[in-house]
């Protein structure tokens, strides 16, 4: 992840005209500015991931916060490296074990913490909640795709389901919240290869078909010839999510030019195809697998048939986003 680099000045600064110049250079567009006196240099920013942003961001904001507050929810996904599906804030948040109740103010969102165990962890300097205590942030008030992309990532980190379900019993959020977060907690699965593959699932379960497996890997004559993202082998469907970093991300290539892994695909699924058992293969996207998409049109192509819906798939569906 790259660092970007955070411009400040102090009001007290003994050069008057520094804080003019940074002003001007924010007002050409040359900065951007995160915070009064703090500012990214607007280039980088936007070549920047929004993690990247995020984190320059918490590194604006904070010097400013009164120290005892810790970095929770979205901004602590972003300090612990985790996954997300959709926008970042623009806020950083923090909790605060000082106050019951929150409150939000231009750059900050603080949440009420008080008697809460938040279990801060350091990292690059700023006390940031747990593993835990940050899935179950999430799982609380995110979208649940987004809840299920965050709790795969900390559930494949090593942190116990049980350890989640513990920390989401000690809260007392609205019942409504907390049904939607233990579902997506049990919902979680350690072995999603991706964010793409955890939406793919949630997709398909929203739209009542069976839970498929992930990660098996097939073989022929000649050996290994992959580990697929989805298999469903009561019908001998493979699914797989291609998030086309593969084709674009230099370092995922192995230095491989994107026509040669075009074709090195090819000839992947054409092996895969004449394994005994697998019938087809079919690929998904980000397109596919949105609100809209055709993944559950192309899945009843296949022949993948809708489960009969139960109580908790009924929940699943309700918590659509």
């Known amino acids: 992840m790259t660092h970007?680099?955070?411009?400040?000045?102090?009001?007290?600064?003994?050069?008057?005209?520094?804080?003019?110049?940074?002003?001007?250079?924010?007002?050409?567009?040359?900065?951007?500015?995160?915070?009064?006196?703090?500012?990214?240099?607007?280039?980088?920013?936007?070549s920047a991931s929004d993690h990247?942003?995020?984190?320059?961001?918490?590194?604006?904001?904070?010097?400013?916060?009164?120290?005892?507050?810790i970095v929770s929810h979205e901004s602590a996904v972003v300090l612990?490296?985790?996954?997300?599906?959709?926008?970042?804030p623009e806020v950083v948040v923090v909790s605060d074990p000082h106050l019951g109740t929150g409150h939000r103010r231009a750059h900050v969102q603080?949440?009420?913490?008080?008697?809460?165990?938040?279990?801060?962890?350091?990292?690059?300097?700023?006390?940031?909640?747990?593993l835990a205590v940050t899935a179950v942030d999430i799982a609380l008030r995110a979208p649940f795709r987004t809840a299920v992309v965050v709790l795969d990532a900390v559930l494949a980190r090593g942190i116990e389901r049980d350890v989640l379900i513990a920390e989401l019993r000690a809260r007392t959020p609205r019942p409504r919240a907390v049904t939607?977060?233990?579902l997506a907690i049990e919902f979680a699965d350690a072995a999603s290869g991706s964010p793409g593959e955890?939406?793919?699932?949630?997709?398909?379960?929203?739209?009542?078909?069976?839970?498929?497996?992930?990660?098996?890997?097939?073989?022929?004559?000649?050996?290994?010839?992959?580990?697929?993202?989805?298999?469903?082998?009561?019908?001998?469907?493979?699914?797989?999510?291609?998030?086309?970093?593969k084709y674009r991300d230099r370092a995922l290539r192995g230095g491989r030019s994107p026509e040669q892994v075009v074709v090195d695909e090819k000839?992947?699924?054409?092996?895969?195809?004449?394994?005994?058992?697998?019938r087809t293969v079919v690929r998904l996207t980000w397109r596919d697998v949105d609100d809209g998409g055709s993944a559950p049109q192309r899945l009843d192509a296949a022949g993948v048939p809708r489960a009969n819906?139960?109580?908790?798939?009924?929940?699943?569906?309700s918590s659509r986003g």
Not at 80 to 88: K, T
Not at 267 to 278: F, K, N, Q, S, T
């Open 4 to 46: 970007l680099t955070v411009f400040s000045i102090a009001s007290t600064d003994p050069d008057p005209s520094a804080r003019r110049r940074l002003s001007a250079a924010a007002r050409r567009g040359a900065l951007r500015r995160l915070t009064a006196g703090r500012y990214v240099l607007a280039e980088a920013a936007e």
């Open 52 to 69: 990247e942003v995020h984190r320059a961001r918490i590194d604006a904001v904070l010097p400013g916060v009164a120290p005892h507050v």
């Open 80 to 88: 612990h490296g985790l996954p997300w599906v959709g926008s970042l």
């Open 110 to 130: 603080k949440v009420g913490a008080a008697g809460r165990r938040l279990d801060p962890v350091v990292i690059a300097g700023h006390a940031v909640t747990s």
């Open 180 to 182: 939607r977060a233990r």
């Open 198 to 245: 955890s939406v793919a699932r949630v997709r398909m379960a929203q739209d009542g078909f069976p839970q498929p497996v992930l990660q098996q890997e097939f073989h022929d004559e000649g050996g290994f010839v992959a580990r697929v993202d989805f298999w469903f082998p009561e019908v001998g469907v493979v699914v797989e999510f291609d998030g086309l970093a």
């Open 267 to 278: 000839l992947r699924e054409d092996r895969l195809r004449a394994v005994p058992g697998v």
């Open 309 to 317: 819906r139960t109580q908790d798939t009924g929940v699943l569906q």
